[in-house]
């Protein structure tokens, strides 16, 4: 009994009762009458509605958000963590809920509009960097959204990393509408509706470790097809792959890696159907972690792609930064702040690194391989957590690291541009107090102001990136103006074009020789 009351989640107020008769707080259930250790339960309010407490050991619903934690749904339902409730997945598209609707349609948008830019830049990486001002304004406000969407990438994973943490609801809201750019495919997509993926896990897992390869080989193709129809010389095939591997693994390398730790992801619990324990797939309890069933060869195809995306693709942008050190950081001569102009002229003169500029192209020369450090803080700030067993070492590692990365980026100052360097700084402590905000949630401190000093970070967040962007913009007026006129020089010749199109469309034929000039003559 002793041992049983110094774990949360009994109720050990009532005197002189049994295992079996000690009732369990609400949020909280356990798989056998006499088991020991309560498990908290996940979703809004940690599921009081599927966990009630009381002396039954099980979950409210039977045959929905069964299992540990009371979040495994029967088929054909989805675990809705908001309602914490099984909700039936619908026939057709139609019946799905709004926001499933939504994520769909933005999924295949930007995934066109990715296929677009990739093939573009496959084609031919020649024209990816833009010269004279109106490139240089470019190439600022790139490094303010790279800034940007690394920053807010880590707050939309902040629910899925640290699922014991109740948020405020306004607060809760505003990060599901940010979910999108955790760039979860597998996640965002209800792949638990679809009737040939069967609910599991390890359908997500081939979807997200394969589904990208797909996307590069499919760009690949599309790139020689457009270069035979257009005429064009087809592209250098080694220089393409890496520009198109880069900017893909850079937009979904998190979720990737998130994906398959989770699939190494196994937890001790008590086995329902023996008097012992046995080993669960946290990602989704009915699995157990049994090397002679299907979790075997996914297993070993969880590890086999840990060396090829966490540990891989880092390795293949540091080797290819510093096989070109010497064209990324030329050697001109002197130390001050004109020699570091001439080396920022003498790479963007050199075409031959034009496909890594995504993961140099804001840096110093002195700090082309910065990238690597911020991709490997990326993974630690998401995927790595789920190495932590419990949230409150997950936060305090977190802190830690955010506050690390505040101090690096303060102390080098590696971007070019120093309002890059101001906004990275202010990015990072929101991220640090963004965890230090989920601290509070979780230990239940400070309840009614949570949601104001949450919404407030964010907003003030908003304002310095605006702030910042119209610095850059209002330095760079004679760039603005340029693009100005020239959309307006567009608009006018599209003009002309309809126009004269629309003539021609008019005018029959004998009557466009009857408007054509007279030969003149001789």
Known sequence: MTTACDEDGFECDAPGRSIETLPLEKGYMRQRDDSEKPIACVGLARNELNCPGGVAAGCAAEGHGEGATCSVCAGRYFFDVEQATCEKCGNTLSDAAPATVASIVLILVGFALLLYLLVVMAGSTKDVKKTGKLGRLRNKLKAKWKIVFVGFNIMASMPAMLPEVTYPRMYGDMLKSIDFLKLDIGASLPLTCLPTSGGGHYQT?????????????LVLVLSLVR?????????????????????????????????????????????????????????????RCDAAGPYGFYFFYAVACVFVWPI?????????????????????????????????????ADLSVVHLQLLYGPYEPAYYLWEVFEMGRRLCATSLLLAFDGPISKLYFSIFLGLLTVKMYAYFSPFISDSDDTLAETINYVVVFMFLGALSAFLQAFDSQLDYFFIGINLMCVVIILALCYSDINREKAALKFALGEARELHKSLSRRFSSSKLGDDLGPGDEAAEAPAPEAF
Do not use: Q, W
Request: net charge negative; hydrophobic share 45%.
């Open 205 to 217: 897992l081939l979807f997200m470790t394969l589904a990208p390869l797909v996307v590069i080989a």
């Open 227 to 287: 270069a035979r129809c257009s005429g064009d010389a087809p592209p250098n095939l080694a220089t393409s792959l890496v520009s198109v591997t880069v900017l893909v693994t850079y937009l979904v390398l998190p979720a990737v890696t998130t994906t398959i730790f989770r699939t190494l992801d196994c937890v001790e619990l008590d086995d329902p159907k023996t008097a012992g324990t046995a080993k669960f797939l946290r990602a989704h309890y009915p699995t």
């Open 312 to 348: 891989g693709v880092p390795l293949l942008y540091f080797l290819e930064l510093y096989r070109r050190r010497d064209a990324l950081n030329p050697d001109v001569g002197g130390d001050d702040k004109d020699a570091e102009a001439r080396a920022i002229a003498a790479r963007e």
